[in-house]
């Protein structure tokens, strides 16, 4: 067994590490012009139909493959990448028996608020949140849940604060539950220096610069979060476009700042992220993942380890694998879904 980590130097170790996107600034949630549902069934490039749904605040976007009555996966992207990212993982499950779900995030593809006086709130427990009522929404009692950068944690959440909606969890870089409390503690230089996009969305010198230069943006993290990772521009482009929905900067934005205590969240979760705020145990049946080539913020194995109380493994994915290891690496990544769900 790995050793024991204090509370203390745990959360400063998930601090260091982890590629998820930040939030707004100041103290306000933003919103945004309502923007008109798209309900009709349209084509999502060679993944297959988008469909539409509402569940809680939103209109979300999702692709669905596999039998109706098979056993339920749902596949969480994170920043600044998109379904895509599990387009050849989503089929390979399907073969296998898998109703896959695959839905866009808040702030991304066409999925949409319902409403113009809906805070842009991309705290971490809202974005759980998403996926329950997502999950509510089509019915589906219990899933597994498998994802990466901001999937990851989301689908870390969830199985902490709601296991009995979880069948099994694969996890891309392990725990990465945190809390505002946590992020106040200053890292060392070269892990700071890690998170320069947190600060610079910080600033609205940050906010306008990524409003301006999303794709330059995002190609930019790709690169450096998957140093090895030989993508075309069309694969780049193809996830790119998911960055043009109207509140992805205000997502984006109120993410980053939330972590860092710049910008509010809503009252209504404060209990929820009380309860993160202590680290919970996740019991539900769980592989992580890491890619050997991660240029992420990302935490080692051995700080997150015996925070998994159940059945539990670990799998390093070698041969120059980044962050986007779904992508990278797909059969592995589907593999781990199998297996975790058989664990």
């Not at 995002?218 to 482009?237: N, V």
Request: hydrophobic share 45%; net charge neutral; charged share 15%.
């Amino acid at each position: 067994m790995p050793a024991r980590h204090s509370t203390t130097r745990f959360s400063r170790t998930l601090l260091a590490c982890a590629l998820l996107p930040l939030g707004l600034m100041a103290t306000n949630i933003a919103t945004a012009a309502p923007q008109k549902p798209q309900m009709a069934t349209v084509a999502a490039d060679n993944f297959g139909p988008l469909k539409h749904i509402n569940a809680g605040v939103l209109d979300v976007a999702y692709v669905e493959q596999g039998p109706a009555d098979g056993p339920v996966v749902i596949l969480l992207h994170g920043w600044p990448y998109d379904i895509h990212s599990f387009e050849e993982v989503a089929p390979a499950l399907a073969a296998k028996g898998y109703r896959v779900l695959v839905p866009y995030v808040r702030g991304y593809g066409q999925t949409r608020f319902l409403s113009a006086q809906t805070p842009r709130n991309a705290q971490p427990t809202a974005l759980a949140s998403d996926v329950i009522a997502f999950m509510d929404a089509l019915h589906v009692q219990h899933a597994v849940l498998a994802g990466f950068d901001w999937g990851a944690r989301t689908a870390d959440i969830i199985s902490a604060l709601w296991p009995e909606r979880v069948k099994a969890l694969v996890s891309v870089s392990g725990y990465l539950i945190s809390s505002q409390e946590a992020a106040k503690a200053p890292l060392p230089p070269s892990a700071e220096l890690q998170w320069w996009y947190q600060y610079y969305f910080a600033t609205p010198r940050g906010q306008a610069g990524y409003e301006q230069n999303r794709h330059a943006f995002a190609k930019l993290i790709w690169q450096t979060a998957s140093p090895k990772w030989a993508f075309d521009d069309a694969t780049f482009e193809r996830s790119a476009q998911a960055l043009d929905n109207p509140d992805q900067v205000a997502i984006t934005v109120h993410n980053y700042r939330w972590r860092l205590g710049l910008a509010q969240g809503e009252t209504r979760y404060d209990a929820l992220e009380a309860k993160l705020a202590k680290f919970p145990a996740i019991a539900v049946p769980t592989i992580t993942l890491e890619g050997d080539a991660n240029g992420a913020p990302h935490p080692p194995a051995e700080a997150y380890a015996q925070r998994f109380t159940g059945k539990y493994q670990y799998r390093l994915i070698t041969g120059g694998v980044g962050h986007n290891l779904p992508q990278e690496a797909p059969q592995a990544f589907a593999q781990a879904v199998v297996d975790a769900d058989h664990l």
